[in-house]
């Protein structure tokens, strides 16, 4: 038997599921139209203001800086256990040590810029200092 045809009936076994469980579910359900069902939250809530909400850009800046440098954490851990398998072997100290060396430099020098531009400080909202202004 070719293995095309198993995967092929996985497939299609994986796609009648989920589409004839819909199905059914339209057709068991009982349909109450409201005019709370087509608003804008659907938890029975009033809404108020718009659904566009500014949120601050310097949330993304910190969690992307905290990805780069737990990727790099993940990239140096294996390289310390190599490390201690070159010196036991006799490879040159330089040969294992510039090229962490030269990671970690573009990683400083990145960190640098980003700490330069303001991309790790954390700056206040309009709405937060107009509050403790008030205050």
């Known amino acids: ?3 095309w045809v198993a995967i092929g009936a996985l497939a299609l076994v994986g796609i009648a599921i989920p589409l004839s469980m819909m199905a059914i579910s339209s057709l068991l359900r009982p349909s109450v139209p409201e005019q709370g069902k087509s608003a804008t939250y659907e938890s029975g809530e009033v809404p108020t203001g718009t659904t566009r909400i500014r949120f ?3 949330y993304y800046m ?3 800086l905290f990805v780069i440098f737990d990727i790099e954490t993940v990239l ?3 390289w310390t256990v190599i490390y201690r398998n070159a010196i036991e072997s006799g490879v040159d ?3 294992i040590l510039v090229p962490m060396l030269v990671f970690i430099a573009v990683l400083v020098v990145g960190l640098a ?3 330069r531009n303001g991309a790790v400080r954390w700056v206040r909202s309009p ?3 107009q509050r403790s202004a008030e205050q």
């Open 127 to 129: 709405r937060g200092t």
């Open 76 to 78: 140096i851990f294996p």
């Open 93 to 95: 100290l330089a040969t």
């Open 62 to 64: 910190v969690a992307l």
């Open 1 to 3: 038997m070719n293995p």
């Open 56 to 58: 601050n850009i310097q």
């Open 113 to 115: 810029w980003a700490w």
